[in-house]
C-alpha cells in the first residue's frame, strides 16, 4: 500500500489530522496532534498482542491529562506513531507533551507532576533491536517541528516484560533511582515477607481488625470520589501544619484526579484502596495500574487515634497482597526514598532522562543549565562557617 493510502486509511480510522515523515530503515512516524479518547483506542488498539506500558501511559491517563493540564493555548498533546514501512504494522507510541518554558519549546513526556515513571507504548508481540530502536529514535527527532529541546525524564529500565527501548538509546545519561518490588512468580518463596514489617503488620492489623477495620477496594465511582476526598482533605491538613505548598490544589490537578475517579471500573487504570471502618476512612492510597504494575501516587492517613495502629504501614501491605492476587508482577513505592518504603525490601531501580537539544537556542540554553547545576553542587560542598 502506498504511503498517501497508508495515511488516508489511517484518517479514515481517528479521523484526526496526522504529519507523516519518512522514517530511516523501514520505519515511518505518523504524528496525531490533539488525539481525543476515541483515538487513542485505535492507537492502543493498533498494537499486536496488546500495549506494554508505564502506568503513567494508559488512555485514561492521557485523556485526562490533555483535558485537564493543558491550559495554555501554545501546548499540545502528540501521539508519535511508529510504523514498519511497507506492511504498516505499529510498533510503537510515543506520547509526547509539547509546550513553551521561557523562550524554548520543548518536548516532554506527558507529566507536570503527575507522573513517576517515563516511557514509550510498545506492541506486546514485537521486541524492538537496538538497531531497529536508532533508526525510530532518528525518525522521531526528524518528526518533532518547531521543539528546541527534548527532556524525557524517569525512564525505567522495562515496561511490563519488556525492556524500555528509551533505557538503551547512547543518548540516555543515569538519573536518580525508585524503589520497585518485583514479586515472585507462582511457588517461588517471596524473600520480602520474611523482613520485620510485616510481623509489626500482623500485629497492628489484629488490633486495627478488632476496631471494625476492613481493607476494601472502592468500585463505584462515588467510593472512589470518597476515597479522593479523603486523600485531599488530609494531605490539605498535613501540608498546611508544615507550611508547604501543596501541589495537589494546582490548577487542574484535582480536575486531573477526579476524572481518573470517574471511569467505568472496567476501564479503570487506577486503583483506590483504603482501610476503614462502616463510617469512616483510616487510611487510603490511590494508585496507577497496568495489567504488570501498580504505582502509588497518593495516600492520606486518618485521625491521630489511629496512628498508635501504623495503619499506613498496613495498608502498603495490604495493597502489596492485592497487587500479587491481581497478578501484577511489581509494584512500586513512586517517587521518594522514605524509610517507611525501603522497610517492605523493594530493590533500587536505577531511571535514566535524556536531554537533548535540536536547535542552537536549545544547545545554549542546555548548557546554561547545567552550568548552573554544577555551580549549585559546588556551592553545596563548601562547608559553613
Known amino acids: 500500500m502506498?504511503?498517501?493510502?497508508?495515511?488516508?486509511?489511517?484518517?479514515?480510522?481517528?479521523?484526526?489530522?496526522?504529519?507523516?515523515?519518512?522514517?530511516?530503515?523501514?520505519?515511518?512516524?505518523?504524528?496525531?496532534?490533539?488525539?481525543?479518547?476515541?483515538?487513542?483506542?485505535?492507537?492502543?488498539?493498533?498494537?499486536?498482542?496488546?500495549?506494554?506500558?508505564?502506568?503513567?501511559?494508559?488512555?485514561?491517563?492521557?485523556?485526562?491529562?490533555?483535558?485537564?493540564?493543558?491550559?495554555?493555548?501554545?501546548?499540545r498533546l502528540e501521539v508519535h506513531e511508529f510504523c514498519r514501512a511497507g506492511t504498516g504494522e505499529t510498533v510503537m507510541l510515543l506520547p509526547i507533551h509539547i509546550q513553551r518554558r521561557g523562550p524554548l519549546k520543548v518536548a516532554s513526556f506527558p507529566d507536570l507532576g503527575l507522573a513517576d515513571q517515563g516511557g514509550p507504548v510498545i506492541a506486546r508481540a514485537t521486541d524492538l533491536t537496538d538497531t531497529e530502536m536508532d533508526a525510530l529514535w532518528h525518525s522521531f527527532k526528524g518528526s518533532l517541528t518547531n521543539v528546541d529541546l527534548i527532556t524525557f525524564k524517569n525512564i525505567v529500565p522495562v515496561l511490563g516484560p519488556q525492556l524500555n527501548p528509551l533505557y538503551r538509546l547512547d543518548c540516555a545519561e543515569d538519573d536518580q533511582t525508585m524503589l520497585m518490588l518485583v514479586m515472585a512468580e507462582d511457588g517461588e518463596q517471596e524473600v520480602w515477607r520474611r523482613r520485620p514489617v510485616f510481623k509489626e503488620v500482623r500485629q497492628k492489623g489484629k488490633k486495627l481488625t478488632a476496631e471494625g477495620v476492613t481493607f476494601t477496594e472502592a468500585r463505584t465511582a462515588d467510593e472512589r470520589a470518597e476515597v479522593l476526598a479523603f486523600i485531599r482533605e488530609q494531605r490539605r491538613l498535613r501540608f498546611q501544619a508544615m507550611g508547604r505548598t501543596n501541589s495537589l490544589e494546582f490548577p487542574g490537578r484535582i480536575g486531573f484526579y477526579q476524572d481518573i475517579a470517574d471511569l467505568e471500573y472496567e476501564n479503570r487504570n487506577a486503583v483506590f484502596l483504603s482501610l476503614r471502618t462502616e463510617t469512616e476512612i483510616v487510611a487510603a492510597i490511590m494508585a496507577f495500574v497496568t495489567p504488570d504494575m501498580i504505582n502509588g501516587v497518593l495516600i492520606g492517613m486518618g485521625g491521630e487515634k489511629w496512628h498508635r495502629m501504623s495503619p499506613g504501614v498496613v495498608l502498603f501491605a495490604q495493597a502489596i497482597e492485592w497487587a500479587k492476587e491481581n497478578g501484577l508482577k511489581q509494584f512500586s513505592f513512586g517517587t521518594g526514598m522514605q524509610g517507611y518504603k525501603q522497610r517492605f525490601g523493594p530493590q533500587e531501580v536505577p531511571l535514566k532522562r535524556i536531554y537533548l537539544p535540536l536547535t542552537q537556542i536549545g544547545s545554549s540554553l542546555l548548557k546554561l543549565r547545567q552550568l548552573r547545576q554544577a555551580i549549585w553542587n559546588l556551592w553545596r560542598t563548601i562547608p559553613e562557617d
Open 2 to 75: 502506498a504511503i498517501s493510502q497508508l495515511q488516508e486509511a489511517h484518517q479514515d480510522q481517528t479521523g484526526a489530522p496526522l504529519r507523516q515523515t519518512a522514517g530511516a530503515s523501514g520505519f515511518e512516524c505518523r504524528v496525531h496532534p490533539f488525539p481525543d479518547k476515541a483515538q487513542l483506542e485505535v492507537l492502543w488498539s493498533s498494537l499486536s498482542g496488546g500495549a506494554s506500558a508505564t502506568p503513567f501511559q494508559t488512555i485514561g491517563f492521557l485523556d485526562a491529562f490533555q483535558r485537564r493540564m493543558l491550559t495554555s493555548g501554545g501546548e
